[in-house]
């Protein structure tokens, strides 16, 4: 993950793989590292918060 504007990176802050139209990834891989702690709840906030860019993408 990057920002949107970055030369690097696979997918922008919006979970948008650059270079493609409209396709999301929201997934573990998406984590430029992997965090200390439990990797479930690293995931769950990558989820809820692709949930919610799709929701508004869809209205």
């Known amino acids: ?3 949107k ?3 690097y ?3 922008d802050s ?3 793989v650059k270079g493609a139209a409209g396709l999301r990834i929201i997934d573990a891989s998406v984590m430029p590292f992997v965090p200390s702690a439990h990797t479930q709840a690293a995931v769950y906030v990558i989820a ?3 949930a919610d ?3 508004e993408a869809w209205q």
């Open 1 to 3: 993950m990057s920002a």
């Open 14 to 16: 919006d979970l948008l």
């Open 5 to 7: 504007n970055a030369k």
């Open 53 to 55: 860019l799709v929701k």
């Open 48 to 50: 809820e918060r692709g």
């Open 9 to 11: 990176g696979v997918v």
